[in-house]
């Protein structure tokens, strides 16, 4: 590596203010430094052409790899048990990078139905008009996933629980159909989080994730990865270069320092929501409580086969309907009123006024979304706390 040569005495300040001495490897840091750059000192022309030509480069330009964000990567692959990850710049990128990268025109999709929502506009509108057509089918059905496979359908495409109503897949059968029938099977493994639920174990292709969510899990980063198979990183790396959405170096270090504590922080989102999910039940102004942790969610017995645990996600459902669900919302003192999830913090959302506005009541209807459905990321607080909160608000509706 050429020297940084820090010669003083001779330069110009306007030049002494822009040379700085490089930081020399002698020190051995236990956090993962943070690689804050643009670009990298090569030793000769050689070497930057030789780069060019690499897959994933770490020591030439960012945009290619950089080595903050190559270690998020080898973590990332390992907790979900892939050959490979990609880091990128939003969950959506990660899906998108996916799409435009695995898909060609004249492709097909089978989806299912309850995705987050600008996954499911992505998929619909913008690749529409690339000549990518999609098909939504119940995503509790894995027969519905054979019977929607077409001569040139190329992909399944599921996230298991479901937004917002924490409906499950059966990600053993359904990337078994995938195999058999010759398609890719992608997972969006957000609401679950690798400690909760590896589908690459399950026969799954391609996971993805928001890391803005469980696995930074401090609400103070946007940021995706993706998992899979050397070939297919070798693919999509491509697609994400061209595309553009790299993770900064940065948000990628915050994730890292995120992620040191997925593993106590998940226990407790695992123990909370169960405790507040049953302490939902018995409230009068609560018809009903969507957890796949709960032994009356529909599909109990494929949650304890496929989730060592169930994550910090409740749904349930008002008696009072849309105006209720409003009201409660804006009751809450310690529960906070924002969109997102899996962060430390509880958040509470209701989809027909909120994500879900546009919808009239029927239209919620048809897409599985009572019109008093309430939306709640349980975070690590005292979860007695938490029930007092909610119990106060929920008392506020009679
Ligand atoms: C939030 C979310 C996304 C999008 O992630 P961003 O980081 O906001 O781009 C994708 N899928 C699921 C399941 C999500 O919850």
């Known amino acids: 590596m050429p020297d940084a040569k820090h010669d003083h005495g001779s330069r110009s300040i306007a030049t002494r203010t822009v040379h700085h001495p490089v930081a020399s490897p002698t020190s051995y840091p236990v956090a993962t430094p943070l690689y804050q750059t643009s670009t990298f000192r090569v030793a000769d022309a050689a070497t930057i052409a030789r780069y060019a030509e690499q897959t994933q480069p770490q020591a030439y330009y960012t945009r290619w790899g950089n080595p903050t964000i190559e270690v998020l990567e080898k973590v990332l692959a390992d ?3 892939g050959q490979k990850c990609l880091a ?4 959506m990128a990660a899906v998108t990078t996916t799409l435009l ?5 004249g492709d097909h999709v089978v989806a299912g139905s309850s995705l987050y929502t600008a ?3 992505f998929l619909s509108s913008d690749l529409a008009e690339l000549g990518i057509s999609v098909d939504f089918v119940d995503p509790t059905d894995p027969e519905a996933f054979a019977r929607a496979v077409r001569k040139n359908t190329r992909m399944f495409y599921v996230e298991t629980p479901t937004n917002p109503t924490l409906q499950l897949t059966d990600l053993a059968a359904v990337c078994r159909i995938a195999d058999e029938t010759g398609n890719l099977a992608v997972v969006d493994n957000t609401f679950a989080s690798p400690y909760n639920q590896t589908p690459l174990a ?10 803005t969510k469980y696995l930074s899990g401090h609400t103070d980063v946007i940021g995706g990865c993706l998992v899979t198979d050397a070939e297919t990183a070798e693919q999509l790396w491509h697609q994400r270069t061209m595309l553009g ?3 900064d170096p940065f948000a990628a270090w915050l994730v890292l320092r995120g992620v040191k ?3 106590v922080r998940m226990q407790r989102h695992n123990d909370n929501a169960l405790a507040v999910a049953e302490a939902l039940r018995s409230h009068p102004a609560v018809s009903r409580v969507l957890y796949p942790g709960l032994a009356s969610h529909p599909q109990y017995e494929l949650a304890q086969r496929q989730m060592s645990g169930f994550g910090g996600m409740i749904a349930f459902e008002l008696a009072g309907g849309r105006a209720a669900g409003v009201k409660l919302v804006e009751s809450t003192r310690l529960v906070v009123l924002a969109v997102s999830l899996g962060g430390v913090e509880t958040l509470i959302e209701h989809p027909a006024s909120m994500s879900h506005a546009p919808l009239s009541d029927e239209q919620l209807r048809r897409a599985g979304i009572p019109p008093g459905l309430i939306r709640l990321s349980v975070g690590i607080e ?3 706390d938490l029930i007092a909160d909610l119990w106060q608000a929920l008392d506020r509706l009679s």
């Open 88 to 91: 990128l710049a939003s969950g």
């Open 79 to 81: 907790l979900e048990g």
């Open 382 to 384: 005292d979860p007695d």
């Open 119 to 121: 996954t499911t506009e």
């Open 261 to 263: 504590t997925l593993a």
């Open 202 to 211: 399950l026969g799954a292709d391609v996971v993805i994730h928001s890391v």
């Open 101 to 105: 990268g695995l898909l060609r025109p």
């Open 245 to 247: 959405g790299c993770i």
